[in-house]
């Protein structure tokens, strides 16, 4: 079993709806948690970061960890075409050298 | 966010042939660079973890004199793929981490071997 679970999609949406992206993970040791946003041939970008449990916002976007059950989401509100990209959830222990353990990544295709 | 360059952005090439790639962090010193390799509409594939002034670790299945992989600097990872061919065409990203626990990521390089 992958340490982090996420549903490649596609996930479509229409424009001006809130999106829900998830991640489930096993590693009880991930503190760090983190979304990137893909373009197609580009290299990922980092959205959001939370430490442990809890939520924070940013904008639009707002990144949720619940530590009790493993799970990890990125809202998206008043979505739109340009939001359109591959989402990628992350997790790290926190050890050193670690490398971020990373979901395959959600397409999200948002219509106008 | 901080700045990571990759160049070159696109390189294409001989069968056969050697090709360097170089990532930069900009604006913060990397103590840690990771190595990805991603084919269209796939999944990131963590290649090499690669710390200031020591050896690479690669992951299972990653030929290391394949892909050599040099960390010089806190601010300067290569990856060099050696004796290349048509299979190694891909999209290689890197990655740089400093004191704060996140990465952030190059544009990617886009490699053609012929």
């Known amino acids: 079993q992958k340490e982090v679970e996420q549903d490649p999609g596609p996930l479509s949406v229409p424009e001006g709806a809130i999106v829900s992206l998830n991640c489930t993970y096993s590693?009880?040791?991930?503190?760090?948690f983190m979304w990137y946003r893909q373009y197609s041939r580009k290299g990922p970008e980092l959205l959001m970061y939370?430490?442990?449990?809890g939520n924070k916002e940013d904008g639009r976007f707002t990144a949720q960890v619940d530590k009790s059950s493993k799970y990890i989401s990125l809202f998206i509100r008043d979505s739109q075409p340009s939001d359109s990209a591959t989402y990628l959830c992350?997790?790290?222990?926190?050890?050193?050298?670690?490398?971020?353990?990373f979901g395959k990544g959600t397409h999200l295709i948002i219509q106008p | 966010g901080a700045v990571v360059s990759q160049h070159p952005s696109r390189v294409i090439c001989k069968s056969g042939t050697s090709v360097k790639i170089e990532c930069r962090s900009l604006?913060?010193?990397?103590?840690?660079m990771f190595w990805y390799r991603q084919f269209p509409k796939k999944s990131l594939m963590l290649m090499a973890t690669?710390?200031?002034?020591?050896?690479?670790?690669?992951e299972q299945g990653v030929e290391k004199d394949k892909f050599l992989i040099n960390h010089a600097s806190l601010t300067l990872s290569t990856l060099t793929v050696t004796s290349a061919h048509p299979e190694d065409s891909s999209f290689y990203i890197c990655?740089?981490?400093?004191?704060?626990?996140?990465?952030?990521f190059g544009p990617g390089t886009r490699l053609t071997v012929l």
């Open positions: 990655s740089a981490r400093g004191t704060r626990p996140f990465a952030y």
């Open positions: 590693n009880s040791a991930f503190q760090y």
């Open positions: 690669s710390n200031e002034g020591s050896k690479a670790t690669y």
């Open positions: 992350a997790a790290y222990s926190g050890g050193g050298a670690d490398g971020l353990t």
């Open positions: 939370t430490y442990s449990s």
């Open positions: 604006d913060f010193q990397a103590t840690t």
